[in-house]
């Protein structure tokens, strides 16, 4: 069973650094099958596609270019793990945040989600 | 960027009755390399994360309902479900992952009315 656990504050104060972590069991984030991607949902709006990495002879990511000046994400292979860093964040950048799995281009499993809210 | 355009909004129906949400991408979706439409629907119930239903338009996910179905060609499908039953209460969605960015529809708000 494939499950991804997010982690990560819920409270970031403008201009600083939002960082989640999400962990995944059930299945190896290396596997060439798939992508690592990270979503957003601001309420009452779909959702936001922000990036993605994937091990293709090398990691390999893809950000969305709304956020492309300002968004890291990174794999770590002994943890089994990858991470989501948006700097210089803005209220705008409130929102639920979650991790998924994409496997022949669609989302089949996804964290539970991470309310992230950018206030002073 | 591809654009993603749901209609209705939203929209109330009574149990054991039919729903149709329609979806309109403002490009292509059609892959070729897979013979098929890179669109997909997603149910989204409060306080869940997204879950896929149908994928490549028109494939049934495991474990989901045959009372959902998937349908269209060109820029425009069709999410249909049949006899809705109250668990059925939820945002729907359309996504394309034709091009980067992954884009996805405003969603459509499904009731019972």
């Not at chain 2, 070729?32 to 494939?59: C, D, E, F, M």
């Amino acid at each position: 069973q494939i499950q991804l656990q997010q982690s990560g504050p819920g409270l970031v104060k403008p201009s600083q650094t939002l960082s989640l972590t999400c962990a995944i069991s059930g299945d190896n984030i290396s596997d060439y099958d798939v992508a690592w991607n990270w979503i957003r949902q601001s309420p009452s709006r779909g959702p936001e596609w922000l990036g993605k990495t994937r091990y293709r002879s090398g990691w390999r990511t893809d950000y969305a270019t709304s956020v492309k000046s300002r968004i890291t994400i990174n794999a770590d292979t002994s943890k089994n793990q990858f991470s989501l860093q948006l700097t210089s964040v803005t209220p705008d950048d409130t929102a639920v945040y979650y991790c998924a799995r994409d496997f022949r281009y669609r989302f089949d499993y996804w964290g539970q989600g991470v309310l992230v809210t950018v206030s002073s | 960027d591809i654009v993603m355009t749901q209609s209705p909004d939203s929209l109330a129906v009574s149990l054991g009755e039919g729903a149709t949400i329609n979806c309109r991408s403002s490009q292509s979706v059609f892959h070729s390399s897979a013979n098929g439409y890179n669109l997909h629907w997603y149910q989204q119930k409060r306080g869940q994360p997204p879950k896929v239903l149908i994928s490549w338009a028109s494939t049934r996910e495991s474990g989901v309902p045959d009372r959902f179905s998937g349908s269209g060609s060109g820029t425009n499908f069709t999410l249909t479900i049949s006899d809705l039953q109250a668990e059925d209460v939820a945002v729907y969605y359309c996504q394309q992952y034709y091009s980067l960015p992954i884009t996805f529809g405003q969603g459509t708000r499904l009731e019972i009315k």
